[in-house]
Nanobody, 124 residues
Framework: QLQLVESGGGLVQPGGSLRLSCAAS????????IGWFRQAPGKEREGVSC????????HYAASVKGRFTISRDNAKNTVYLQMASPNPEDTAVYYC?????????????????WGQGTQVTVSS
């Protein structure tokens, strides 16, 4: 069974940068599309980005497009989310999820597997 573990969260200043990692074990990562989601206190979980199994295509939420970049290294069984120019509205717990494909509803949190999340706080 696929297991996902997020890492790389922490405190970052506005305008800084941070890279999150989603490491997989128990199965081959390239069997899955991987999505990044986030959930702030009192808010619903929202889709941030999704990358296809091969890495050839990706989707982004409008709020992060141009600032965040998703990538994957299937040889390392890891997917990354590079966060550039974060702002306080990006503060949330970030989760990665696995599904057979991103699809048109990639931003709906109905993925098959989830990690435990990593906290990102953007503050000066």
């Amino acid at each position: 069974q696929l297991q996902l573990v997020e890492s790389g969260g922490g405190l970052v200043q506005p305008g800084g940068s941070l890279r999150l990692s989603c490491a997989a074990s128990g199965s081959t990562l390239d069997d899955y599309a991987i999505g990044w989601f986030r959930q702030a206190p009192g808010k619903e979980r929202e889709g941030v980005s999704c990358i296809s199994r091969s890495g050839a295509s990706a989707h982004y939420a409008a709020s992060v497009k141009g600032r965040f970049t998703i990538s994957r290294d299937n040889a390392k069984n890891t997917v990354y989310l590079q966060m550039a120019s974060p702002n306080p509205e990006d503060t949330a717990v970030y989760y990665c999820g696995a599904a057979p494909s991103c699809g048109n509803n990639w931003n709906v949190p109905i993925y098959d597997y989830w990690g435990q999340g990593t906290q990102v706080t953007v503050s000066s």
